[in-house]
Every structure is written in structure tokens, then in C-alpha cells.
Nanobody
Framework: QVQLVESGGGLVQAGGSLRLSCAASERAFSRYTMAWFRQAPGKERDFVAAISRSGTMTRYADSVKGRFTISRDNAKNTLALQMNSLKPEDTAVYYC?????????????????WGQGTQVTVSS
């Protein structure tokens, strides 16, 4: 298991940008497929973006494609989510998540390790 801590959330106006970061405790961070999920009040937790172990593959939810960029720095054991052109509907608690994989693969489900989340609020 890897411990994950999100940071970078806050209040931003619609159209603005925000960058989220997730710090991992695991030295073998490069063995983890990583992802971002979000959960708005009264709604289910939804997939946002995922990145393969070495960063060769990425996948985005349709709702954020073209606006959000997921990246990772395996040397620093960090995951990031650059969010541009933010909309009020992006308001949610954002969670980073990881799953240990043996190969360079990409999944939107099956994540076992989760951070505590960071609140993102986009005002209209």
C-alpha cells in the first residue's frame, strides 16, 4: 500500500486554473498506475484522469478532456493534475488514487489506495 496526500485545492473563479498535487510515500511509486477521481456533493465518485506507471499512457473523462492534464514525476513520487478553464461543475473533492501494476497498463477502476481528498470550488 502507498500513502497518498493531496494538496493544491482551493477556490477559483470560473475560467481560472488550479494545479493539484499528490505526494506518495512509496519509493516504488513508479510501479503504481495513478489516477484522479472526484466527488461532488450528493453524487458518486467519478473518474477524472489516469496515467500509466511511466507516463506513456493517459486517459481522461470526457467532461475534462482538453481542459485537464495529468502528469507524474516518478523521481519525486508525485502526481499532478493541471486544471484549466475550470467550470462550476468541476466543484468537488478531488482524490488521487493508485494501484500497483506489474506492467505499463492503464485502468479507470481497481484503485485500492486513496488519498483523503482536497476540495476544489469553482465560483461562477
Amino acid at each position: 500500500q502507498v500513502q497518498l496526500v493531496e494538496s493544491g485545492g482551493g477556490l477559483v473563479q470560473a475560467g481560472g486554473s488550479l494545479r493539484l498535487s499528490c505526494a506518495a510515500s512509496e519509493r516504488a511509486f513508479s510501479r503504481y498506475t495513478m489516477a484522479w477521481f472526484r466527488q461532488a456533493p450528493g453524487k458518486e465518485r467519478d473518474f477524472v484522469a489516469a496515467i500509466s506507471r511511466s507516463g506513456t499512457m493517459t486517459r481522461y473523462a470526457d467532461s475534462v478532456k482538453g481542459r485537464f492534464t495529468i502528469s507524474r514525476d516518478n523521481a519525486k513520487n508525485t502526481l499532478a493534475l493541471q486544471m484549466n478553464s475550470l467550470k462550476p461543475e468541476d466543484t468537488a473533492v478531488y482524490y488521487c488514487a493508485g494501484r500497483a501494476d506489474l506492467w505499463e497498463v492503464l485502468f479507470t477502476t481497481g484503485y485500492a489506495d486513496w488519498g483523503q481528498g482536497t476540495q476544489v470550488t469553482v465560483s461562477s
